[in-house]
């Protein structure tokens, strides 16, 4: 595992495909040459020839599609589209595999039937993880909480309203720059956050109750530690992402349990 | 397509009578979730009581213990309603409304497309694996086992 961690992360060693890895990561969806290429300001067949070698360390799956709806001869060839891959890519110096006791944990939390503690235990991190966030920078605003949301890879986008689908793509990144827009803040414009990634991926797909019902008390009590009363944590699973979204209350009320 | 489909049974030990304050949440839940399922995508059958919506009435494998009985398309069906949708944060809290079992308390196993399966079946395929642990003919999304190749028969157990 260790090694093709290192292999991974040497080849996010040069810059510019670190941008390119990064816009198609934040993007989000599927992208092809053209835009990741207008998206770090480097020419197409380079942008490609680096696409392609992330492809190789399995950081990014490529699918072959055509994409304008032409069929036939001369409709050109099927154009390689980029997302991020789903593989996960770990390096823990000296080995580490915290995977397997997360598992082993969530497993004893299950049988046991512990969830009581387990909740608890994460709200009270959740809460002093909020308060130290409180702490550092005075008041939570809205942009505080989406930001401290993506440093700990939740990667928030906006979700138009209940139930609403994954955010359309970002598409107010500056071309050349590479870098990701300022992430979603739940306000007028934006009632509620979906989170793209879960950080507990692979527990959530093992033990989904446990590591869902850890997250949401996890994040409920951020909410509470970091005094952001006005907004709010819920259970929303959708078919990619967090289980949890985060929205603005209206009548501000505390983040009932 | 296969010609299989999944059909699970899982069963749960009321903390309390159903129309008991502490479990209206859950009651009122019941018909919320009950829809999703049945329009959920994969979704084939579900047991119901006669003349009902749900299975809460009828109580076959006992007083306190509520049976949830159902077939779907295949695995993936399954669990994209069990836990990618609102299903699943009746789950979180279901130690709230339900006795922690000692046993094993959900089976699936396949059968020929078409088929509804009874109850009497699904009792079996739990009691099975309860014995013998997971098998094809009874076993768990943590442990689970392909649907049987078109040419031959789903696994039987008797019942």
Known sequence: MTGTGIDALSVLAEPLRRRLYEYVADHGGEVSRAQAAEAVGARRTLAAFHLDKLVEAGLLEVERRKVSGREGPGSGRPAKLYRRSRREHALHLPPRDYGTAAALLAEAVDRAGAEEALHAAAREEGERRGAAHAADGGPVSSADLAGWLERHGYEPVCAEGPGAGPAAPQETTAPGSGRPSPPAEPTAGCPALRLRNCPFDALARSHPPVACGMNLELLRGLLHGAGAGSFQADIAPAAEGCCVVISSEPDSKNNSH | ?159
């Open chain 2, 1 to 159: 397509m296969s010609d299989h489909h999944l059909a699970q049974i899982n069963v749960g030990v009321l903390k309390a009578p159903i129309d008991a304050p502490s479990m209206a949440e859950f009651a009122a839940l019941l018909d919320p979730v009950n829809a999703l399922a049945d329009s959920s995508p994969g979704f084939v059958w579900r047991y119901t009581d006669e003349g009902s919506n749900d299975a809460t009435a009828a109580r076959p494998f006992g007083d306190d213990i509520l049976v949830n009985f159902s077939v779907w398309r295949d695995r993936e069906s399954l669990w994209n309603f069990t836990y990618r949708t609102d299903h699943l944060d009746t789950l979180r809290r279901r130690r709230e409304w339900f006795h922690r079992l000692e046993d094993m308390h959900l089976a699936m196993w396949w059968i020929p497309a078409g088929r509804i399966p009874t109850l009497d079946e699904g009792r079996t395929r739990l009691e099975l694996l309860r014995a013998e642990g997971p098998s094809p003919e009874a076993f768990t999304f943590a442990a689970p086992f392909p649907p049987p190749a078109a040419d031959e028969p789903a696994a039987t157990a008797a019942g």
